[in-house]
């Protein structure tokens, strides 16, 4: 089948205050974020690989590549244009899910989904008992991009604990204008706010180590003032190799964990 471009919904006929017209979610898909703790590290790429080279209904996928932290740990940053496309990829991957999860080759070490809250609602039956933690997303934006038959996107994944949640929202709600503008020439994929209680994401994705160095330093201000009500978690940085070697000099002293991208694939957004 032909891949399908992903159209982002238009916004609908309601009045809105001016905070909610600058941040609103105009990206709707679904962000499904697996980590596996490897036992059998050659074991694990060859079962997902050989999956890979005959992946169902690609067309219903936004991304989907995976990222490794050497021989340890495993990323599979995966995205659908709905919950029920998530949940069909689900039934899609049934066999050699199961098949990882072999006690002598890897365990599931975490289960995140991000996306709109009508989508997530959705997914709560499927996903709960796997422990999954639901992230929705308030807002954010995807780029129209063409599509990847190779993902070479470098994916950029600060998590926070707030302190003070108002106040947080205001800060980054604030600097929203200021990151859409310059999403072109930051050579942004995707950024998205996404929270699960006092816990919150920014899902960002840009072309080049050099796009992420250009929007550290466009948000420079707001990051530094969010540390006063938030605590910076987690930093995940997602790409190849060349890429991430790049931005070591940087994120080495935020504690910054590096996932090296080895496969994957990109389809077309609009």
């Known amino acids: ?25 105009s990206d709707s898909s ?27 209904h690609k067309e219903d996928c936004v991304h989907y590549s995976f990222c490794f932290e050497g021989d340890a740990r495993a990323h599979c ?3 659908y244009t709905s919950a029920a496309t998530t949940l069909q990829h689900l039934g899609d991957v049934d066999a050699p899910l199961k098949a990882v999860l072999d006690p002598a080759i890897a365990d599931l070490e975490r289960l995140e989904v991000h996306g709109p809250a009508s989508e997530l609602e959705k997914l709560k039956e499927a996903l709960t008992p796997l422990g999954a ?18 993902d070479t996107v470098v994916h950029f994944y600060p998590y926070f604990k707030m302190k003070d949640e108002a106040a ?13 503008a310059a999403a072109d020439a930051e050579k942004s994929f995707q950024y998205a706010f996404s929270f699960d209680g006092s816990s ?24 530094k003032a969010c540390l006063a009500v938030a605590e910076l978690e987690r930093l995940e940085v997602h790409g190849p190799p060349a890429e991430l070697e790049k931005l070591k000099p940087a994120l080495d002293p935020l504690g910054a964990q590096y996932f090296a991208l080895e496969w994957g694939f990109r389809n077309a957004t609009n």
């Open 1 to 25: 089948a032909k891949p399908r471009k992903l159209v982002a919904p238009s916004q609908r006929s309601v009045r809105l205050s001016p905070r909610s017209l600058m941040t609103s979610l």
């Open 30 to 56: 679904v962000t499904l974020a697996p980590y596996f703790k490897l036992k059998d590290a050659a074991k694990f790429r060859e079962l997902w690989k050989s999956d890979f080279a005959g992946f169902k």
């Open 77 to 79: 940053r995966e995205a």
């Open 133 to 150: 933690k639901f992230f929705t997303c308030e807002w954010g934006f995807r780029t129209k991009k063409p599509a990847m038959e190779q």
């Open 168 to 180: 947080f929202k205001k800060i980054w709600q604030d600097a929203y204008a200021a990151t859409q």
């Open 200 to 223: 919150a994401s920014c899902r960002e994705s840009y072309g080049d180590a050099d796009g992420i160095l250009l929007h550290l330093k466009n948000v420079d201000g707001p990051f």
